[in-house]
């Protein structure tokens, strides 16, 4: 059964942006925060942002400034917004959900900003 469905990923140019939109399907229930980390080839698995269910937000350093995440609770949605984005922001971002007491994990998509 699908969880979390993402979508948003792709090529952009350096200095260029994109939208991450992170859906969980209705049967997850009593989400507490969702959010989104990245894997960059030969590099563990890193938080870029969460967002918990009272609105509290948590970003990277690398992205503080640059990227926005937001949550639309009613959709079960989580959005990150990707602005001024720099080569070393390419990876997979996998989408997060917490619902104690279980995590899932989104299937990844990947974002790859050119020089």
């Known amino acids: 059964q699908v969880q979390l469905v993402e979508s948003g990923g792709g090529l952009v140019q350096a200095g260029g942006s994109l939208r991450l939109s992170c859906a969980a399907s209705?049967?997850?229930?009593?989400?507490?925060?969702m959010g989104w980390y990245r894997q960059a080839p030969g590099k563990q698995r890193e938080l870029v942002a969460t967002?918990?269910?009272?609105?509290?937000?948590n970003y990277a350093d690398s992205v503080k400034g640059r990227f926005t995440i937001s949550r639309d609770a009613a959709k079960n949605t989580v959005y990150l917004q990707m602005n001024s984005l720099k080569p070393e922001d390419t990876a997979v971002y996998y989408c997060?959900?917490?619902?104690?007491?279980?995590?899932?994990w989104g299937q990844g998509t990947q974002v790859t900003v050119s020089s």
């Open positions: 997060n959900c917490n619902a104690p007491p279980y995590t899932y």
């Open positions: 209705a049967s997850i229930f009593r989400i507490n925060d």
């Open positions: 967002i918990a269910r009272g609105g509290s937000i």
